[in-house]
C-alpha cells in the first residue's frame, strides 16, 4: 500500500447501504460521501452484467452494485496502489473477491483496445476539476481523487466508451459545473439522461448523475432527478432508500 495508508491506524472501518457493505478506507484520505451510493443505485443492472469501475479507489461503488445485484463480474481500474489494495481486501471482506479484478493503473495508460467492447456496464466517479481550477487538499490522497492529473474527463469517457459493447451503458457522477464538459465528451453515446441531486426543494443543484448508452440515438432527456434533504434536513424517503440499497429510476 502507498505510505498514506501503510497501517492500521491509517484506515477506518465503515458501513455502507445500512450495514450491508464494509469499507475500510483511509482515515485521513479520500472519504466516502453519499456520491458513490447514488450513482451505484442509479446504474440499472441484470445478472450476468460484466462492469468496468474506472477509478475505483477503495471499491465504494462496485460494493454497492455487487450489493444489490451479486451476479455481476466486475473489473475495477484503479492507479494508486495503497487504494487498488484497500479495493481488493474490501472486496473479499464482503464475500466477493471472486467476482471482482482490480487492476492497478492509470486510466491514461491504459493499452488503446484493453478490453475492448469487453463489458455492458462503466461506472465512474471520476476527479471532478481540472487541475487549473482546483484548490487542492493538503491531505495526498483527497488532492488525488478530485483533481484531474494525465487524464481529463474526455480521457475517462472515451476509455468508458472502448470498454464498452454497443449499447453498453456509462453511468457517472459530477459537478453541474462540469456538464457542458461532459456532454461534449460523450459523443458517440445517445440514450443520454440528466438527473440532478438537488439538496432540498427550491435549491441549486450541485451534483448531477449521467447516464448514456454507446452506439445509441435516442436523444437527450433532462429527468426530475432527486431531491436529497427534507425541511427537517433529514433524508427524503426516496434519497433514503437509495443509500440503504433501493435502485433509482432514472427513467421517472
Same mark, same amino acid.
Given at each position: +500500500? ?30 466516502? *460521501? ?5 450513482? *451505484? ?16 479507489? *477503495? ?12 451476479? $455481476? ?9 495503497? +487504494? ?61 481523487? #478530485? ?40 459523443? #458517440? ?30 436523444? $437527450? ?32
Amino acid at each position: +500500500m502507498s505510505s498514506s495508508i501503510a497501517t492500521e491506524d491509517a484506515v477506518t472501518e465503515d458501513a455502507l447501504l445500512g450495514g450491508r457493505v464494509r469499507l475500510r478506507q483511509p482515515r485521513d484520505g479520500y472519504r466516502v *460521501a453519499v456520491d458513490p451510493v447514488l450513482l *451505484a443505485a442509479a446504474v440499472p443492472l441484470r445478472a450476468g452484467d460484466r462492469v468496468l469501475d474506472l477509478g475505483c479507489g *477503495a471499491g465504494a461503488v462496485f460494493l454497492c452494485l455487487l450489493a444489490r445485484e451479486p451476479a $455481476l463480474t466486475v473489473t475495477a481500474v484503479e492507479r494508486d496502489p495503497g +487504494m487498488a489494495g484497500l479495493a481488493r481486501a474490501n472486496a473479499g471482506l464482503n464475500g466477493c473477491g471472486d467476482s471482482v479484478e482490480v487492476v492497478q493503473a492509470d486510466v491514461a495508460a491504459l493499452p488503446v483496445d484493453w478490453r475492448d467492447g469487453g463489458f455492458d456496464q462503466a461506472v465512474s466517479n471520476p476527479p471532478f476539476l481540472p487541475a487549473e481550477r482546483a484548490d487542492p487538499s493538503p491531505l495526498p490522497g483527497r488532492a488525488a481523487a #478530485g483533481i484531474e492529473d494525465g487524464s481529463d474527463l474526455g480521457a475517462w469517457v472515451a476509455r468508458a466508451g472502448r470498454c464498452l459493447r454497443h449499447k453498453g451503458r456509462l453511468t457517472m457522477v459530477h459537478r453541474v459545473d462540469r456538464l457542458g464538459d461532459l456532454l461534449a465528451a460523450l459523443d #458517440g453515446f445517445g440514450e443520454v439522461v440528466v438527473y440532478p441531486l438537488w439538496p432540498r426543494a427550491g435549491r441549486d443543484a450541485r451534483r448531477l448523475i449521467v447516464t448514456a448508452r454507446k452506439g445509441v440515438r435516442t436523444p $437527450l432527456r433532462l429527468a426530475a432527478g432527486l431531491v436529497l434533504h427534507g425541511d427537517d434536513g433529514g433524508y427524503t424517503k426516496a434519497a433514503d432508500a437509495a443509500l440503504r440499497g433501493a435502485g433509482l429510476d432514472l427513467s421517472s
